[in-house]
């Protein structure tokens, strides 16, 4: 798989990053999350708020939120084929989703120097307001994502 | 409910919240978290870490460690039955935690002033070693969590 | 001046705000910036990094990179003449800063909902390249900046 | 220097660290901040509101506060004699400084797990009430404090 990060364009490196990892990430699939897009630093995904992902106070689990906006960053900061992990997030909660609401995240890189990313992900619902903003920091650790 | 608050004491207090939230909080049973104590400005709570769980890197997902963390803090931030909500939370995840670990999450006071708190929650493996860091911020809203 | 937010334009507003709170902001001079524009939601500003800015490793203290974001952030979230005061900030730290650099901070708004608002400020320097990437939380609260 | 470090203890070694920091550090000497205590992953600090810190809502610049706080970071994840830079802060604050106000910072180690370190730091004013609270993560740097 090393060798394919010297042929595959970045489009065809995100999508094989983005087959490898999802294929195994039990917990965005157990949750309904789908994959709507991957890039080059970039991502977005989909899950619809259900029953078992409501809190105390009746809206979604602010953890459900942060669990959609943290697996986008993971596309993003993945999808060019380096192994890269979460070291940092801060998430602010903007409006609170309710069930049913199909919350939508997009990932975009703001800053990647050396080993060190920084992604926003903004999550929206299906009116396109903003529910909420993450901002992840990553690390690039050895190995690649589909093997090596 | 709320003339409850003028008299029961803190203790009696945090476990009538306690009690309100988590019956309802269908997201955090789910999960299998079990709320292990709470006091005023306190709580700890405890999650096994199962398979669907696991993220894409074969570790737990940071949404899973989130979550445990979040609904820590919602137990001790709500703990004075004065209904609060996150605003805002950081996350820096210290060690992986991997299928099988029980993470134990404590939730302290760091300050509340007006009608926002400032929250630590340290969540931490079956070893004692820390996995992760949370710092979150609530805002009390009108309304208290068993009742009015 | 209250009155004047109904019948000025955002960006005569925005100037207004700017003109009342920078002639009052002594540490923003005192540290050498600049106000480079406002609008409504957005501000950019400059500072050069002096000798008596640098820290004990011989680069820009944290503190000063911050300081030109905030003010920015300042300039920004009071941009449409409704005091608003920072809540939280998160600043993270990409490459360093020299003596004698010039640095440009450009605020934009992300959301703004209710009294919550929530700013990006990127900071980079004279070569463009970022410095630090800033993200800071507003609360809205009664008074204008004109006066009120 | 690297020698000494195995045969001082950790209080020699903090203080030989704070010695040779704080000598170059122009920036907070010019703010006039002086070092209480510094202790292994430790330090305390101090500052005085002068009226060049004060912004345009007459109030302590937060970028003041931050710079106090973030010098008494560098201090405590710097006690080791092992170069350590910051990577990213969060800085939340509670109450406004004022004129005169005397602000004292104190720094703890929550974490230092290889070379990733996470610190606390209470900023507090003349009458132990909370001003800011900030949490920093450092990482630590080939090289030495006080040489090589």
């Not at 294929?23 to 080059?40: I, P, R, T, W, Y």
């Not at 960053?73 to 979460?86: D, E, I, P, T, Y």
């Amino acid at each position: 798989m090393n060798d394919a990060n010297t042929t595959m364009d970045g489009q065809a490196l995100a999508e094989a990053a983005r087959d490898a990892m999802f294929e195994s990430d039990h917990c965005s699939k157990s949750l309904g999350m789908e994959v709507l897009s991957v890039a080059a630093g970039r991502a977005s995904m989909r899950m619809t708020v259900r029953r078992d992902m409501l809190n105390g106070h009746g809206t979604c689990h602010g953890g459900m939120i942060f669990s959609l906006a943290d697996s986008c960053f993971a596309f993003a900061c993945n999808s060019r084929n380096q192994r890269a992990v979460a070291m940092s997030c801060v998430i602010d909660f903007i409006k609170p989703a309710r069930e049913g609401d199909v919350l939508t995240a997009a990932a975009r890189e703001v800053s990647l120097v050396g080993r060190n990313g920084i992604y926003d992900i903004a999550v929206s619902n299906g009116d396109g307001e903003q529910v909420a903003q993450f901002r992840g920091k990553s690390l690039v650790i050895p190995g690649s994502v589909g093997g090596g």
